[in-house]
């Protein structure tokens, strides 16, 4: 059984920074590529970035340069690091996977970033 669960969002200034984390249980985590995503209130889930399983990264236009995905296989973890935070990045934000058609979803954690 596929399980993402992440952890490490909360309240933030603008400018501020955050570390979110998702472990991954059921998979073989090396083998697949890893995404975040955000949903901010009345707006559609949007990606965010992607890790390969060979550690190529991407980013959305609105995220490069302040966020920065890695990965952690030895602990089945992803992470995602954001700086330099701005309101409109207040969000939920989802870890995902996709193995064969399937594709997984986190709980997801609460990002808002307020003064």
């Known amino acids: 059984q596929v399980q993402l669960v992440e952890s490490g969002g909360g309240l933030v200034q603008p400018g501020g920074s955050l570390r979110l984390s998702c472990v991954a249980s059921?998979?073989?985590?090396?083998?697949?590529?890893m995404g975040w995503y955000r949903q901010a209130p009345g707006k559609e889930r949007e990606l965010v970035t992607t890790?390969?399983?060979?550690?190529?990264?991407d980013y959305a236009d609105s995220v490069k340069g302040r966020f920065t995905i890695s990965r952690n296989n030895a602990k089945n973890t992803v992470y995602l690091q954001m700086n330099s935070l701005k309101p409109d990045d207040t969000a939920v934000y989802y870890c995902?996977?996709?193995?064969?058609?399937?594709?997984?979803w986190g709980q997801g954690t609460q990002v808002t970033v307020s003064s």
């Open positions: 059921g998979i073989t985590f090396s083998f697949y590529d």
């Open positions: 995902n996977t996709g193995i064969g058609r399937k594709n997984y």
């Open positions: 890790i390969t399983s060979g550690e190529r990264t």
